[in-house]
């Protein structure tokens, strides 16, 4: 048996438009400018030489054109630059050019003839257009994350901005789907850095569900089409971000944000129940500090942001009546005695469902009718066995974000940065109506940092090292597991499959659960240029470490009871037992803990090929290693051959078609898989003009999420 990524599909793009700064082509850790120099003639001119600085950290690089007059400079920190072409016999030239996070854009610059002491200068940013590869993407740089109306920052809605992206209103996984690909489709990285989970395929997000780092992003790219051979891992859109970082000027900024319960309405349903407007509150902030420790050579960036709230939830809760909670306890004392165990046990439950009504104005019976009983109980006509109110319940939530980047210019072909963030804050995975004992926090703290260092060889190579890695841990309990259960040792699970008389009780969580998860990798990628070739070629290695602790979380049992009847008698009741009883699930795992480590492998090698000015190719082939999970505590399971193979008697033992104490999750995946591309831009109308005509055709693979090896563990023995 064999099994492969989730995904596999060729798509094809044609694509035709004018391009400004808003639109460009990217990838996923730095930027690139390219172009054509020509004279008034449009003839193109070779050995021009041409100057970019870098105006925020002074640094300066310098090219010559080639044969075909093509300049061409990869690695570029996204930025301000200040493009400079000169040629004797010429007029010198500037363009202000602003580099993109991604694939080299075009800059084609025209020189006129030269006078006496002559210079042209521009001001103005020049026009870029993608015009080197088949890959279709859209930028937004930093005024526009500024500018759009985004409540909590997050990061990952910047992303909808894009074309062919839309929010994800299905309810399947994922904040948004590209061009038709599944939101488990999408490959979040952060300055090249993965910031996936690729235990389900999602973006990193913290204890409030949002991927905070708005206020330090500089640019951030959707790649929709990414035929380019470094886009793998995963088969839909590429989200990149690039981080700020220090120049030679200090800057900063801070902002905050209020709003309060002064400022909004009561809600319509506490309203109609006659319940008082709640407490509510959010603050959100955001500041930065940057500039040089020595200028044009080492630069920082400082950066804080977050949240705190206090938002209130509105709850319908249904509880016992007077008149039931009275006649149960007399029926419990009556079948097992007052000193029961029984009697102490249903006491328990009567007492936190009075605690729970307080002083709520109450209603008799459920949300439905007026009585509350179902079919197989009643207490006499008119008399109800439940009361209902509405409460509001809250608690105070948290998340912050802080993050420190170093930029040093180490000599004029390196250059290396740093960067480390620490995400921390509280949610509350749970908040229970009846008693906040039983509500279920987590406390999750979240470590990530990289360093990328970018060499230059001479004026016709560079490389680009990255080392980084996140830790991140997600553990789910209340805030005192054993005063929880010491109130109420399991969960009397109504709604769980039962009658659903009265609202949930208790919790069956027995130890915590969630999970402990370190994630690293190691990419390369190395670029040079022969004539009007550009190859290109890289690795990147990405392993995920993750401890499991899932295997408490019904160990204190859950109690169904199917009617109301059932409950009344004490568990089931012996004239009509059938349907009439009580369910019990609960889970005996010896372990509570489990440990599960995979990775991923891609490689590739490209050819951009300029065939004529304005027309380029890109050959390109990536191929991808994904490792079966491995538990060395030999905790998977799995069906002894292909499910039509084996037998299905429902009389033979399990472990005869269940293979237990597996080290591997799976039998079998494939080795290697293959994802050849090719692409082209083309200006069809010429250096001159704007217009690009981009197309592309590939094979694109989507890893399989960790998760799944979670569904093949822990066997019954």
């Known amino acids: 048996m064999s099994l492969r990524p989730t995904c596999r599909y060729f798509s094809v793009l044609l694509f035709v438009g004018l391009f400004t700064s808003g639109i460009e082509g990217q990838t996923t850790t730095s930027g690139a400018l390219a172009g054509v120099v020509t004279d008034q003639s449009n003839a193109v001119i070779p050995e021009a030489s041409v100057e970019i600085r870098d105006n925020g950290k002074g640094t300066t690089q310098s090219r010559k054109t080639d044969g075909e007059g093509l300049y061409q400079f990869s690695f570029l920190a996204p930025g301000r630059y200040t493009l400079t072409v000169t040629h004797t016999g010429f007029r010198e030239a500037k363009r202000s050019v602003s580099v993109l996070l991604g694939p080299a854009v075009s800059v084609n610059v025209t020189l006129q003839i030269a006078k006496t002491g002559s210079e042209i200068t521009v001001t103005h940013d020049a026009p870029l257009i993608h015009a080197e590869n088949g890959d279709v993407s859209a930028t937004v740089n930093q005024q526009q ?174 509880v016992p009546s007077a008149q039931f909670e009275k006649a149960t306890k007399d029926n419990i004392d009556l079948k097992f005695g007052s000193n029961s165990a029984s009697h102490s046990f249903y006491k328990q439950i009567f007492d936190l469902y009075d605690a729970a009504k307080g002083t709520h104005p109450v209603q008799a019976g459920n949300f439905f009718d007026d009585i509350g009983c179902d079919d197989s109980f009643s207490l006499g006509t008119g008399v109800p066995c439940a009361v209902n109110f509405v409460t509001n319940s809250s608690q105070p939530t948290s998340e912050s974000l802080i993050s420190a980047r170093m930029d040093w210019n180490t000599r004029v072909q390196d250059r290396v940065f740093l960067l480390v963030q620490y995400d921390h804050g509280i949610s509350h995975a749970v908040i229970d109506p009846i ?39 997600a553990i789910f309990k209340p805030q005192n597991l054993a005063q929880t259960q010491s109130a109420f040792p399991t969960r009397l699970g109504w709604c769980d499959g039962g009658s659903c008389s009265f609202n949930n009780l208790g919790i069956s969580l027995g130890s915590p659960v969630g999970t402990n998860t370190t994630q690293w990798q190691i990419s390369d990628d190395l670029v040079g240029i022969r004539g009007n070739h550009k190859l290109g070629t890289g690795l990147n290695l990405l392993r995920a470490d993750r401890t499991i602790y899932a295997y408490g979380g019904n160990s204190a049992g859950d109690l169904i009871p199917l009617s109301l009847d059932a409950f009344y008698q004490g568990g089931f009741d012996a004239n009509t037992p059938q349907p009439d009883f009580t369910v019990l699930n609960q889970s005996f795992a010896a372990p509570r803990s489990q440990r599960v480590a995979f990775y991923n492998l891609g490689l590739y090698a490209q050819d951009e090929w300029r065939v004529r000015p304005n027309l380029a190719f890109t050959l390109a082939l990536r191929a991808e290693h994904q490792s079966n999970p491995v538990c060395d505590d030999r905790c998977f399971a799995r069906l002894s051959g292909p499910f039509e193979s084996v037998t299905h008697d429902p009389n033979q033992p399990y472990n005869q078609a269940i293979l237990i104490d597996q080290r591997r999750a799976f039998a079998e995946l494939n080795g290697i898989l293959w994802a050849p591309r090719i692409s082209f831009a083309w200006q069809p109308f010429g250096l ?30």
């Open 435 to 473: 008693s906040p004992l039983f509500n279920i926090d987590s406390d999750q703290p979240w470590w990530q940092g990289q360093v990328v260092q970018t060499h230059t060889f001479g004026a016709s190579a560079a490389n680009q090292l990255e080392v980084a890695g996140w830790w991140r841990s």
């Open 688 to 717: 001159a003009r704007d217009s690009v005509l981009r197309g592309g055709v590939g094979v694109f693979y989507d890893s399989l999420p960790g998760i799944l090896a979670d569904f093949v563990s822990h066997p019954p023995r």
């Open 145 to 318: 994350i500024l500018d759009l109306p985004n409540p909590g920052n997050d990061l990952a809605y910047i992303a909808q901005v894009a074309p062919g992206v839309v929010m994800n209103t299905d309810g399947g996984a994922g904040s948004f789907s590209a061009l038709g690909l599944p939101g488990t489709s999408n490959l979040f990285t952060l300055n090249g850095m993965n910031d996936n989970d690729m235990s389900v395929n999602l973006n990193q997000s913290g204890p409030l569900g949002l991927m905070l780092g708005q206020n330090e992003i500089q640019e951030a790219t959707v790649v929709n089409n990414g035929y380019s051979a470094q886009f793998g891992t995963l088969a839909g859109a590429n989200v990149n971000y690039v981080t700020k970082s220090g120049s030679n000027e200090f800057h900063g900024n801070a902002e905050y944000f209020w709003n309060g319960r002064v400022l909004n309405a009561n809600d319509w349903v506490n309203n109609a129940f006659r319940n008082p407007r709640p407490f509510s509150i959010a603050n959100q902030w955001a500041a930065s500090f940057g500039g040089p420790a020595r200028k044009e050579r080492l630069f920082f960036f400082l950066n804080t942001e977050g949240l705190r709230l206090t938002l209130p939830l509105i709850f319908p809760v249904v």
